[in-house]
């Protein structure tokens, strides 16, 4: 069975980027494989430093993913700082990954044109998601085009550790592009970012949800002429929750003219009102049972932990790092036999001198 490993920060409200961009495509996959999805609070720390917000968040993603369809029993579910070890070989891993190589990072400098301020955290950025991803032996990491350049620093962090160590201490993973993923815009007409504050969250309801949709930006043609579908912001986000037949007869109402920008957004409006109804009230209904919710994330973390001691352990040996609590192993023992006895043999060097 496959491992499949992604996940998704908890940095503010998830919208309907992150739905057609990951988290659709993240509850498909958990029936697939062996799925590992984690709520990655420690990259959220790169551009929130507010304790009570990232809890938040971590709270507010776990219960999107659940009402939205992940099942707890088919997929690891776990908050990313729960498995400390994430951290542990991420530091590892930046010891053997030169500094040129993450100044060639398209993310990092993405990021910074977006305003984001610069810090070493947003800078390492890939090497901690490299540490995520090996951590668990991923053969398929979901990620869409704009991430194929971290899989690859990923790959290049597991071949040097390996090549030093002369073993395969870590499985070099394959990228699994999400090719046929849209890009959703934003109700400014870019790309759908929290970044840019344009977006329309997943759970968005009432008044708020009406108000986003009805701001979205169109051109200015006037109501009774024809208009282009394929060129309207609105229209791209129809696309994304009508069939192919409801997409054609809407499309047709644009060019015959006498549809208005405005009667394509009440559709829209329509249209996501409908799609997550149903989830809409199952996370109500979670949020009122939040400690199911945190039990969920420990029970997930477990595990996680669990797993990722498979590949830390061998890590750790390989380095030669000292953890007193393991010496009751054979291999530390033997380590510990071999130290006494060049001790011991330099003892005799000194004391024959």
Not at 1 to 29: C, D
Not at 174 to 184: R, T
Not at 238 to 253: G, V
Request: proline share 4%; charged share 30%.
């Amino acid at each position: 069975m496959k491992t499949i490993l992604s996940g998704i920060q908890s940095s503010g409200k998830l919208h309907l980027g992150n739905y057609f961009g990951a988290l659709r495509q993240h509850i498909q996959m958990q029936e697939e494989g062996d799925a590992f999805y984690f709520i990655a609070n420690y990259h959220s720390l790169t551009s929130i430093n507010d304790g009570e917000e990232i809890y938040q968040n971590t709270i507010d993603v776990a219960l999107d993913y659940l009402a939205l369809g992940l099942d707890p029993d088919k997929a690891t579910f776990f908050a990313q700082s729960d498995v400390p070890q994430h951290a542990e070989l991420a530091w590892i891993l930046g010891t053997f990954c030169p500094v040129s190589l993450m100044e060639k990072g398209v993310a990092y400098k993405d990021k910074v044109a977006q305003g984001l301020k610069p810090n070493i955290g947003l800078f390492t950025y890939p090497i901690l998601q490299a540490a995520d991803i090996l951590m668990y032996n991923a053969d398929l990491v979901p990620v869409g085009q704009d991430q194929k350049q971290n899989i690859e620093i990923c790959r290049d962090l597991a071949g040097k550790f390996n090549h030093n160590y002369g073993d395969e201490y870590l499985k070099l993973p394959e990228p699994y592009i999400l090719e046929s993923v849209a890009v959703v815009p934003g109700i400014d007409g870019q790309k759908m970012s929290k970044s840019y504050g344009n977006t329309i969250g997943i759970f968005d309801e009432g008044k708020e949800l009406k108000k986003k949709v009805m701001s979205i930006e169109t051109d200015s043609t006037p109501l009774d002429e024809p208009k282009d579908p394929e060129s309207c912001n609105v229209f791209a986000l129809i696309k994304l929750f009508a069939d192919e037949e409801k997409q054609n007869e809407i499309a047709e109402k644009y060019r015959a003219g006498g549809y208005g920008y405005g009667h394509a957004k009440k559709e829209l409006l329509g249209m996501i009102e409908e799609y997550f109804a149903e989830a809409r009230e199952r996370r109500k209904e979670l949020e009122q049972d939040l400690d199911t919710v945190v039990e969920i994330l420990v029970e997930g973390g477990r595990k996680a932990r669990k797993r990722a001691e498979k590949v830390m352990g061998p890590v750790r040996e390989a380095v030669g790092l000292f953890r007193g609590h393991y010496f009751t192993t054979n291999s530390h023992k033997a380590r510990i036999d071999k130290l006494s006895s060049r001790i011991d043999k330099i003892k005799l060097k000194e004391a024959l001198q």
